[in-house]
Every structure is written in structure tokens, then in C-alpha cells.
């Protein structure tokens, strides 16, 4: 039931056309927050007002939205998008390549503040992408890279190296962990568990992707690092939860994806999904074991989720025809 009011909440419009802005959040993927801001500082998106001040939208607005998200996409800065939008064309002077290019600004003002050991300026710069830039794009443009480039540095042996790693991977533990507990309240959409697999002490992609989940309106139930798979069809049944998702990564053991993925599956009757390097590593034991393996990108993974759980009510409603 929690399934199918979701999906009718996202496919049904009201009859004057207008929608409200949460609904807009739930159809494009873009938090109110970042809406709002688009508005008061970019006078990107135009909604209507209702006497007492609420904003809705029109489709039209929604199309805008996702054209929006298209060009971010491909790397540009909200401030750009705004000039694009307003020109009708990609033109971009070279004297303001580092507007065109945000996250290699991004990226070089983070690795400053690790550097120093800063938590406050890591602070400011984490808030201010988030204002401006949806959280699976920040993910994607900024922080997996800048992971990437701390990983790098511990395996060149860089001198403290290791310590910046630790302390990054502690803040962004701290700030997503914080996030997701204001973000994980009152939702309808479906419910998900989330954990990472057996010996994979990495929770960060975990938490990621349970941000991007929450952003689309799902419910997210999250184990964090270590699961013993044995745990979560009691876990499963206690939560309800409509499907299970596991994180895990290239130093995930054989007998992970060859034995205790299969008898997982085996004892619930939810799709159960599995993302990171161990899709590399072991796609056929996993095809084998009858999990769903999904990209590193979150928004094809939650495509590929919301399909699955689709067919699924569209099976049980043909049984119960």
C-alpha cells in the first residue's frame, strides 16, 4: 500500500494544472531548498503564488527543471545555466571558465581546508554546493572525486595523507549522518534497507546513496557498515521494507557473492540490490545468485529501483485479479 500511494502520489496532478513544490521535488529529484534557491537568486524557475504565499508550479516548470538538471549535468554552474537559459545558447567566455567548471573550484578549496585540518571551512564549502546543486550531482561532481583524490594520495604515500583521509571520511560521515536523520522523517514513499555487506567497513557510498534515495521520497533504513546477511531478513520483516540494497566493494570476500548473497535471496521474497566495485568483480556469481546489480551512478541505480518495485506491484495486482 505504502508503494502504490508513492507512485500515485508522483503521477497525479491536480486539476489546475499547478503543482506544489514538494511534488516538484518528488517528479525532478531537486529539494525544496535548492528550488527556493534557484528562484531567489537566479530567477531561474518562476512559480505562482497562492495567497498565502505557497509556491506552485506548472509542467512547463517542471520541463524548465529538468533542463536545468541537464546542463548541470554536463558540468556547468547554476550562475551559467542562468546566462545559457537566458541567451538560448552554450556560449561561454574563457574569462569565466572557473564559474563554467564549479567543481574543480569546489576541489581545490576542499583539498585546502584537508589540508589544514579545517572542519569549519570544510563545513561551509559541504553547505554551499548544497544550496545550489542537487545532492546526487554534488555527490557525483565533488565528492566522489575529491575521494578519489584522497585515496590516490594515501596510496602514493603523500605525506599525511592517511590523516586527511581520516579526517575527511569522519566529517562527511558525520555531516551525511546528520542529514539523513533530518531528512528520513515523515516520508510515505518505499521503504528501503540499506546496509553494506559483510567486512566492508566503508559506510560512506552507503550513506550517499541512502541521501540520494531520501531525495526521491523513499524511506531508508540504514545498518550501516559490516552487515552479517544472516541479520537482515529478521531486519527485513521488522521494517517492512519493500526491498533490501548492499553496498560493497572490490575487497569484498568470494564467499560473500558465491554463498551468503544466494541464501539471502533465497529466504526473502523482496528484490534485493547490490551496488560498487563487487558488481566489477563478481558479476556472474551475482547474476547467478538472482540479486539486481546496479550502477555507481545514483540515478540510474534509482531508476533501476523504482522499475523493479513497479513490476513487482504490477505482478502482485495480476494475482490478486
Not at 192 to 203: A, D, G, I, K, T
Not at 301 to 319: C, G, W, Y
Request: glycine share 8%.
Amino acid at each position: 500500500m505504502i508503494l502504490e500511494q508513492h507512485i500515485h502520489d508522483l503521477r497525479a496532478l491536480p486539476s489546475n494544472g499547478l503543482i506544489p513544490i514538494r511534488a516538484v521535488a518528488s517528479l525532478t529529484g531537486v529539494n525544496p531548498v535548492t528550488l527556493r534557491a534557484w528562484e531567489r537568486r537566479y530567477g531561474l524557475i518562476k512559480p505562482v503564488r497562492t495567497p498565502k504565499g505557497h509556491r506552485l508550479y506548472t509542467m512547463a516548470d517542471v520541463e524548465l527543471i529538468n533542463q536545468v538538471l541537464a546542463l548541470l549535468d554536463a558540468g556547468m554552474s547554476i550562475g551559467q545555466v542562468g546566462q545559457v537559459l537566458e541567451e538560448g545558447h552554450e556560449t561561454v567566455a574563457s574569462e569565466r571558465q572557473e564559474e563554467f567548471d564549479p567543481w574543480g573550484h569546489y576541489q581545490r578549496r576542499l583539498i585546502q581546508a584537508i589540508s589544514e585540518f579545517n572542519d569549519g571551512a570544510l563545513n561551509d564549502i559541504y553547505n554551499e554546493a548544497l544550496a545550489l546543486y542537487p545532492v546526487d550531482i554534488v555527490t557525483s561532481r565533488m565528492i566522489v572525486p575529491l575521494l578519489r583524490e584522497l585515496g590516490w594520495r594515501w596510496e602514493q604515500g603523500q605525506e599525511g595523507g592517511v590523516a586527511e583521509e581520516h579526517f575527511f571520511s569522519v566529517f562527511l560521515r558525520n555531516k551525511l549522518g546528520a542529514r539523513f536523520h533530518h531528512l528520513n522523517r515523515n516520508l510515505q514513499g518505499p521503504r528501503l534497507l540499506v546496509s553494506c555487506l559483510p567486512e566492508e567497513r566503508h559506510e560512506v557510498g552507503a550513506l550517499l546513496f541512502a541521501l540520494a534515495a531520501l531525495d526521491r521520497g523513499y524511506q531508508v533504513v540504514l545498518l550501516g557498515a559490516d552487515t552479517p546477511l544472516n541479520e537482515l531478513p529478521i531486519a527485513r520483516q521488522r521494517t517492512q521494507a519493500q526491498a533490501i540494497v548492499l553496498s560493497g566493494s572490490a575487497l569484498t570476500p568470494a564467499r560473500v557473492a558465491r554463498k551468503e548473497l544466494p541464501l539471502l535471496v533465497q529466504r526473502v521474497n523482496e528484490p534485493v540490490f547490490v551496488g560498487g566495485k563487487i558488481t566489477q568483480h563478481y558479476p556472474k556469481e551475482l547474476a547467478a545468485a538472482g540479486v539486481i546489480m546496479l550502477a555507481d551512478d545514483f540515478n540510474l541505480a534509482l531508476r533501476k529501483i523504482a522499475q523493479a518495485l513497479e513490476s513487482v506491484v504490477h505482478e502482485e495486482r495480476q494475482l490478486s485479479a
